[in-house]
């Protein structure tokens, strides 16, 4: 099962610098081969788990040196294989560098190591009263670290912004060995080039984050969730550009298809009963703020602009358990697919108003090259998830047709004005479509960046850019 | 006057391709040689007018073969020099690339070309119900495009964030002449590195931004403004993260020190009676929204927040005269002072609670040194505006003497957790303070990237980025 093992000096060398924190061989498990993405599985060669920046300096600049593969890893709830060893070597794993370090009150940030699980480090600022927005559907096992390597999304992007917009600075190592930070702690920044957005997304190919300054909102006081069942999806998709036209800007606003419901009510306990035989899709849309009243004007308001879809009756979750519910049904979508089948998930984004356009594309190619989709997203960002299942899809359907389907479809994203990936990141398993997204020019850039950072190509080689084609 | 020529043959290459709209000789006036930073006159050797993309495109190809220097510029409002050919050359002067090209209502988008001037853009998508946002000082004169090179701030970016934040894509032609898109017209993108976040902000030393893609919001419909007189500078700088901290998040909350009033107050048309004698400083506090009973509620919690500092009475805006005239008040302070004396603007930005420390800083090496400095600016995001007169300082003094109190200043700045540019940029006048916010690892990344897009070094040479150090 395991990987390349490199020269025994190396083990050693890490050995010695971490002690029983170096794996190697046997010792290493199974969970540091795999993350959510499809069904792969690649062991490293070594685990290390550092415990503080500068042990991570000495291992990067040790692997440097001698010119040893490094993969960073958070949790590895990644969808696109970034955190994955694919060529063996280190797998500098961050679960140690677990702590939150401070949480500035009276600056609204907190510092923070990588390996924070999400959830726990929004509980710990909410007991503060402050609030750090980005949630995605993994929120309860992935690590922040995670979140600013993909640059991660979830449902309150529609009105909050994704990861990006909260990361003010991050102190990092690069290749070499050397610590440095991006920024400064301040909201407002024009010293220099934004080194820290271009850390931001780069999946662990330019540099390990060490620590993260975010910055933090005041809690909203109160919320309101509404799930509205449609009879046609694609007038669920359209219902989306509607409200916002008309000015309401929902802290979530959710799409889920038919079946992406009827694969999941099994996995969670006492499901809603919510589908009836005529729902073709369901719009999640919830509101936050600080003042009760607005938010019933508000839904009132949404309410009114739905009627002019051909809509069933509108559910309002009235207890917190019912809130709890709906959105554990929305999260547990991915999970539930897969447990029904093996599939590749896509994560096209467009702008909002072609997200019917887009559904209508999925399911053209879907039934041109034999495949069966479910659909469900961030409808509010234009963000549609595509899980593409294998079903009974032979080897040579599932690895040489599906790849041109695939390839139809971000094509036609890219001409709605989107592209390939909205928050999973391209990791492995997207890179050899970053061609539809990019021109040779733009694709050249960003290897020279890469390069600036990583001359000896060691630090998560062959991950978000595609190889230079042979002409 | 004029600068150093350039051979004939370019000029005459030049005037071929655009006719009239090439200038050269003493055809240039004295506009295309100053911005608003000191007193700078730095000629160019030719100005280029173009109005497309693809003949900036023509000119930068013709200029990197030929090894011309560009310096693209676009309303020279600029308050680091960044848009001055200081060292001859090609001026790039974007003033007819000035159409918006498509408002799309329908994604919240706008579509502009560079030399748009800022607040046109505003009230063209007002007109549609949409909000762009950041509104720097200068949004009379300034054009959006040089609000992207210098991620341009202003009073709202307090609640709704900078340029940067509403970036979601550029058309940029680079030093050689290839013309390419950052990024994709999406408010969620985890596809590839983001250039888009690297062009924003780079002073026009990576590429020339030609076409933008803005998200925008839906506009508020409310507004309420309020002046909050101080008898002590420091408790209005503190007062600012009392508001955060209790959960208020203004639209606008501007800081003016005594003297900055005193010397705009003669600039302004019917100058509102708002001073006396014992006021030391002022809080410009603006609530914006949908809901104007919400709005009147946070007043009131404004009020008895306050109410725990040396105040005089609030002064409510009661008319939108009002208020224009408390906010044509504020903008122009910068432009009022320096009628009275040249002056150096600093732009100190650091985490909101410290704000009380970074004024007593200033004043206290003001004294040190012996110079009048008049302070303001974006107080709620730690953004303070220094501007040192330079009154009857002697060259020595002013040459040799304020270079160190600045670098003193920017030492504590750094030291507080800010740096040396929240909204003006570095240029030509922060650069030798580089060294201050940067280490030589992250001054040589950013040398590296400039390489990377300008590898002969001719897009706006010797801006941003301090020469390598001599060892």
């Known amino acids: 099962m395991n990987s390349i093992p490199i020269a025994e000096q190396h083990v050693d060398f890490l050995k010695t610098l971490l002690g029983a924190r170096c794996l190697s061989g046997e010792a290493i498990t199974a969970n540091y081969a795999s993350d959510h993405t499809e069904d792969f599985v690649f062991y490293p060669s070594v685990v290390v788990k550092p415990e503080s920046t500068e042990e991570i300096s000495a291992i990067l600049k040790y692997c440097y040196t001698n010119d040893l593969i490094v993969t960073p890893s958070g949790a590895r709830t990644g969808l696109s294989g970034g955190a994955l060893a694919d060529k063996g070597g280190v797998l500098l794993s961050m679960e140690r560098m677990n702590r939150i370090l401070h949480i500035d009150e009276e600056n609204h940030q907190v510092t923070t190591e990588p390996g924070v699980i999400t959830e726990m480090l929004q509980q710990a600022v909410r007991e503060k009263g402050l609030f750090y927005p980005p949630d995605p559907a993994s929120k309860g096992s992935c690590f922040i670290g995670g979140n600013i390597a993909e640059n991660s999304g979830g449902p309150k992007a529609v009105k909050y912004g994704v990861t990006k917009d909260y990361v003010l600075n ?10 440095m930070w991006t920024g400064a702690n301040v909201i407002k920044n024009a010293t220099g080039y934004n080194l820290t957005q271009l850390i931001v997304g780069s999946e662990g190919t330019l540099a390990v984050v060490t620590k993260i ?161 479910v659909c469900y997203g961030h409808a509010g960002d234009g963000n549609l998830h595509i899980n593409i299942l294998r079903g009974d899809l032979a080897d040579h359907a599932w690895n040489e047709e599906l790849p041109k389907a695939i390839r139809e479809l971000f094509t036609e994203v890219v001409k709605l004005g989107g592209t390939i990936s909205g928050e999973h990141g391209i990791g492995l398993v997207q890179r050899s479509y970053m061609d539809i997204a990019f021109s040779e020019v733009q694709l050249e850039l960003m290897r020279a960046i890469k390069r600036v950072f990583d001359p000896k190509n060691l630090l998560n080689p062959g991950k978000v850019l595609p190889d230079k084609p042979n002409v």
Chains 1, 2 share one sequence.
């Open 170 to 179: 991050l102190e990092v190592v690069l290749p070499n060995g050397e610590i």
């Open 213 to 373: 300054v975010l910055r933090l909102l005041p809690h909203p006081t109160h919320d309101l969730l509404l799930l509205v069942p449609f009879r046609k999806a694609t007038e669920a998709c359209a219902a989306v550009s509607t409200l916002f036209m008309a000015g309401i800007i929902p802290s979530g606003l959710e799409f889920m298809e038919r079946d992406a419901i009827i694969y999941t009510l099994p996995h969670v306990d006492d499901p809603p009963e919510i589908l009836k035989d005529d729902h073709d899709a369901h719009l999640l849309i919830e509101l936050d703020g600080f003042n009760a009243d607005v938010l019933l004007q508000d839904a009132e308001k949404i309410m009114g602009l739905l009627e002019q879809y051909d809509i069933d009756e509108i559910l309002f979750a009235e207890t917190q358990a019912q809130k709890d519910s709906l959105w554990k049904l929305r999260r547990k979508v991915g999970e539930a697919v897969k447990s029904h089948s093996v599939y590749k998930e896509e994560d096209t984004v467009v702008p909002r108003y072609h997200l019917p356009q887009l559904l209508e594309s999925v399911k053209r190619i879907g039934k041109a090259y034999g495949f069966h989709s």
